[in-house]
């Protein structure tokens, strides 16, 4: 038996069940994608053909979860455009 320390296991269970079929601030085709995607990684489906077979860890699963709440970050807030020096 696998000993879970940090509760990945709960913390992806309960991330998952708080979803309501959609994540909040992307558009409804960007969370059908991310979440099918997720749903194929949590029973081992569409890896790619190098990488082991298999389930993804809960680890893993919380990885790509928090990039995917960077990415809804990234999208929310509008980008800063730079100024360079000699304009100054």
């Not at 992806?12 to 309501?20: A, F, H, I, P, V």
């Not at 893993?60 to 730079?82: A, E, H, T």
Request: aromatic share 12%.
């Amino acid at each position: 038996m696998k000993i879970d320390p940090y509760k990945h296991k709960e913390k992806y269970l309960k991330w998952k069940d708080s979803l309501n079929g959609k994540i909040s601030g992307i558009s409804e085709k960007n969370s059908k994608i991310f979440l099918e995607y997720m749903f194929d990684m949590e029973q081992g489906l569409n890896v790619a053909s190098g990488s082991r077979k298999g389930a993804r860890s809960y680890i893993r699963l919380n990885n790509l979860k928090q990039r995917i709440l960077f990415y809804k970050i990234k999208c929310i807030f509008p980008k800063v455009s730079i100024v360079p020096l000699s304009r100054l």
